[in-house]
């Protein structure tokens, strides 16, 4: 599979709240695990899948990133939702900080070595 990101990614494990609005005035609430994430988007991991398209908030810590669900795949043993972050909710490093936080171009680099 070829790699379509133009930013990096960060793998991570953290628990996180996943908000999206479902149908027209109805909010529904999960806790999800974050699996990756880039100043672009992102991607958790749910129990019940998420419609393409829908506008939802991931909340990390006290921080919170909106955008909307570009991909939703059943792998194994859960959903993997793909979040394209919208224009003014972009994600660094500097802003919050997930846990077991890891560059998967930095890994790549020293697996070259």
């Known amino acids: 599979m070829t790699e379509k990101r133009v930013e990096d990614r960060y ?3 953290d628990l996180v709240r996943v908000d999206w609005l479902r149908g027209e005035d109805e909010f529904q609430t999960v806790e999800a695990v974050l699996e990756d994430i ?3 988007g ?12 829908a506008t939802l908030t ?4 006290e921080s919170r ?6 991909y939703c795949a059943y ?3 859960g959903y993997f939702v793909g979040v394209r972050f919208a224009g003014g909710s972009g994600w660094s490093c500097e802003a919050v ?4 936080l890891v560059n998967l171009q930095t890994l790549l680099l020293q697996s070259r070595r």
């Open 97 to 100: 900080a997930p846990r077991h």
């Open 11 to 13: 793998l991570c494990a």
């Open 75 to 77: 792998r194994d043993y």
């Open 58 to 61: 991931i909340t990390i810590g």
């Open 65 to 70: 990133l909106t955008g909307h669900v570009c």
């Open 42 to 53: 992102g991607c958790v991991q749910v129990d019940h899948p998420i419609p393409l398209g």
């Open 38 to 40: 880039s100043p672009l």
